[in-house]
């Protein structure tokens, strides 16, 4: 079971990474680590592939503490540390700034705004033009809805985007990985768990939009993946041109 798992994922990301050219040589990646089971398992990842990988490349594993009470920052670092490298932790109030009276914006969209940007920031002062986070599949459907449905536009994250003409790469190596097999590997795996104590962790629309997906994916097993393969196969001229719907400004 471990095997035939971690062949599966590693051999999913092998070709997000070959697909859409994350890592090339000499560079430096930042690692965004969150805590969770897909941060952990992209740690685990990157640090086997830079092992046998043809190309040579060094990782920065970089935590933003948001500020809330119960953090779990120094047992994550003692975790990261002891089993692949040091891990680089800022402590800040973006948390509790997001959830205090002065936001008038959805709390997880300020607060992950400031830790993106904060990241950023590092990446820039580290000398590092590419920063992986450990967004999956199913993040990536997920956000495609998100926007549909609250945001009114088709749009999602994709595998590699660009930033600043292009001095700065977001890659996510876990694109083609599916979010039950991360779940089972770190179970599998024994990966530790570290709570998330954001107050508004079990309250968002991401939630709602999961649970949504699920209900679909039940009735067919083949929704998900018909799901992800029509965000690159666009059929441009079946969609609303804006400049002649005459509903567009009504709606």
């Known amino acids: 079971m471990k095997i035939s798992l971690k062949k599966r994922i590693n051999r999913a990301v092998g070709k997000a990474i070959h697909d859409w050219d994350m890592i090339l040589e000499n560079e430096r990646i930042l690692v965004g680590v969150s805590g969770g089971k897909d941060s952990q398992m992209l740690l685990n990842v990157l640090f086997s592939l830079k092992k046998r990988a043809p190309v040579n490349f060094d990782i920065l594993p970089v935590h933003i503490d948001a500020g809330f009470k119960g953090s779990f920052a120094k047992d994550l670092k003692l975790y990261v540390e002891n089993a692949y ?6 402590y800040k109030d973006y948390g509790l700034l997001a959830h205090s009276d002065e936001n008038r914006e959805n709390p997880c969209f300020l607060c992950s705004r400031l830790r993106r940007k904060r990241l950023f920031e590092i990446a820039k002062e580290q000398g590092c033009k590419r920063i992986a986070l450990g967004h999956n599949k199913d993040d990536i459907i997920e956000t495609l809805f998100i926007n549909i449905c609250y945001a009114g536009r088709i749009a999602t994250m994709k595998p ?6 292009g001095a700065l790469d977001i890659i996510r190596p876990l694109s083609y990985v599916e979010k ?10 024994d ?8 107050p508004s ?3 968002t629309k991401r ?14 097993k083949h929704i998900k993946g018909n799901i992800f393969r029509s965000m690159s196969n666009i059929a441009v001229d079946y969609l609303l041109d804006t400049k002649n719907d005459r509903y567009s400004k009504s709606t």
Do not use: M, V, W
């Not at 039950?180 to 795996?189: E, H, R, S, T």
């Open 207 to 220: 939630g709602e939009i999961r649970g949504l997906l699920e209900t679909l994916y039940k009735h067919n």
């Open 180 to 189: 039950k097999d991360i779940i089972l590997f770190g179970q599998l795996f």
């Open 85 to 90: 490298d040091t891990l680089k932790i800022e």
């Open 160 to 165: 590699r985007q660009s930033f600043f003409n």
């Open 191 to 198: 990966l530790p768990e570290f709570k998330n104590n954001c």
């Open 201 to 203: 962790a079990n309250k």
